[in-house]
């Protein structure tokens, strides 16, 4: 059974920075696309970042030089570094691990940017 849970979110003034973690369970993040997504209130979930079995990395534009996706493959976790926050940033975050034709959700991490 594959279990994604994510950990990080919190509360963080315009300009700052969050660490984003997803613990996955049940499946490689080294074999398997794995990502960020976040969901805005009113909003569809959009991709923030992915990263392929082969290290390939992907963005956003809005987030392009302010997010950073990593994986730890012996820890079998998967990161995002979040720059200079900004309130249109606010979103619940989540988790996502590819495998075959199935998608796999961590139920995600509330991110709030406010002053």
């Known amino acids: 059974q594959v279990q994604l849970v994510e950990s990080g979110g919190g509360l963080v003034q315009p300009g700052g920075s969050l660490r984003l973690s997803c613990s996955v369970s049940?499946?490689?993040?080294?074999?398997?696309?794995t990502g960020w997504y976040r969901q805005a209130p009113g909003k569809e979930r959009d991709l923030v970042a992915n990263i392929t079995p082969f290290g390939r990395t992907n963005y956003a534009d809005s987030v392009k030089g302010r997010f950073t996706i990593s994986r730890d493959i012996a820890k079998n976790t998967v990161s995002l570094e979040m720059n200079n926050l900004k309130p249109e940033d606010t979103a619940v975050y989540y988790c996502?691990?590819?495998?075959?034709?199935?998608?796999?959700w961590g139920k995600g991490t509330l991110v709030t940017v406010s002053s």
């Open positions: 049940g499946s490689s993040v080294g074999i398997n696309p």
């Open positions: 996502l691990l590819e495998r075959s034709t199935t998608r796999y």
